[in-house]
């Protein structure tokens, strides 16, 4: 179990405020390991385990929470970028954390997005499956002709990215959020679907080459900043 827990947040769609039939919260919590516990900078990857209320807990060490956000862990910088009044704990070391997020995004968050997004395209008129404890039921399905839970992902990934790149953030605006859940409710009509994400790619590709954010975040400070965390840093 965690040694030392520096932030927690409630996840999901929920933190996202986006309302998916039989979606199940779960928690995430970041922590420091002790010295002896690691292997090299990281003790393991994530693990998750259910606590005393039945609840799923995803468990992220510094050190691999950090190395997920210099590759631009798309699920890393969701937990990172939480709102306010969804974090269920956090302390002096996740408040570094969180004032250096903007520094960390990248193109590789960026396009990590954008291919998530792209991936589903061909799925949103595929024959409803369940995913998960993602269900879509098939009279909706047949009722519009597509999958509105592929859809809101493909969209939902992509107007990501777009805010990645202008405004340095994951979380999307409140009119932004009402209208993805307006195509997870699947009140737009498929050729509607289509043309947004047909639109939304053309935008995204045209303003590739004019991004201004690095190809990775800085490795040193990254590097630093997990060092500070754990309290090894050496002041100067």
Known sequence: MPTKNIFSVDAGTVAQGIVLRGDTPYTATIFVDTPENLLGFRNAATFACNNEGGQRVDYYEI???MECLYEGDITAFELLFTPDEFITHQCHESQILRDASQDLISNELVDRLYWAGDGMVHEI???PMRYGFRRVDDKDYEGIGYDPVKAYECLSYL??????REDRTIRLSDL???Y??????GQLTLPTVLKAIGELKDELNRTRENSD????????????????IRGLKNPV
Do not use: C, I, M, R
């Open 63 to 65: 050190g691999y929470f």
């Open 125 to 127: 008129t595929s024959t």
């Open 159 to 164: 107007h990501k990215s777009k805010a990645v």
């Open 176 to 178: 932004k959020v009402k």
């Open 180 to 185: 993805l859940q307006s195509v997870l409710d």
């Open 213 to 228: 954010l690095p190809s990775n975040p800085p490795k040193n400070f990254l590097q630093d900043l997990v060092l500070d």
